[in-house]
């Protein structure tokens, strides 16, 4: 049956209603809550599901994948502190929701998944049915993307065993990469701001539960 795309009321209060969840679990940043407020997560579920869509949690989107969970996305944007124009590496496109709360923020986002099945949907679904233009890339985002660098922001949406150094070297000074960092269990989330070429600082957050990032930089 057809993918459905109408956004109606029960859709939009479930919406609100998440996003007052995420501002009592601590996000605080008003424009990630008006994206979060915006994007139709529905639209990345059967309509069968989309009385889970709204739920503050992870799900299957094929591919032994899932779409992240609301909060995680809001916390990793949150840590991004994205501003308008920002160029913004995204590592593990996924369904595309994370993607699309980048471009609500007015970032232009770079975005790779390795599986590509998940690549030709996602590359179809946001431009062609929900009117988000992104650049789509399939392959190994481990290692970055060194033709589009450098980044003003990277986020990687899968745990890795340690930080990829080639992913510090493609951000510009002033940037911030967020990954999250640990064993295939738990991973720690993990920013770090480019304060020079050679001098990071790195800050080590809250324990989360990603897939992982799989590829040569990776597990
Ligand atoms: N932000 C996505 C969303 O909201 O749907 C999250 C997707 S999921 C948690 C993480 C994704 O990272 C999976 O689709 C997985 O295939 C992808 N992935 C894992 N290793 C990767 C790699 N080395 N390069 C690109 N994508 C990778």
Redesign the pocket.
Known sequence: MAQKYIDNYREKGARKRLVDLLEKKGIQDKEVLKAIGTVPRHYFFAETFWNQAYKDI?FP?G?G????QPYT?AYQTELLHIRKGDKVL??????????CVLLEMGATVYT????EK?YEKTKYVLPEKMGYKAHFFC????IGIAQHAPYDKIIV??GAPTVPEILLKQLRIGGILVIPVGDEETQKMVTILKVAEHDYEKIVLDTFR??????DK?W
């Open positions: 992870a989107i591919e994948q899932t779409i992240s996305v995204e590592i593990g496109t996924g369904s595309g929701y994370q993607t790779i998944e390795r599986q998940l392959g190994d985002g481990s949406t899968a990603f897939v992982p990032l799989v590829g990776a």
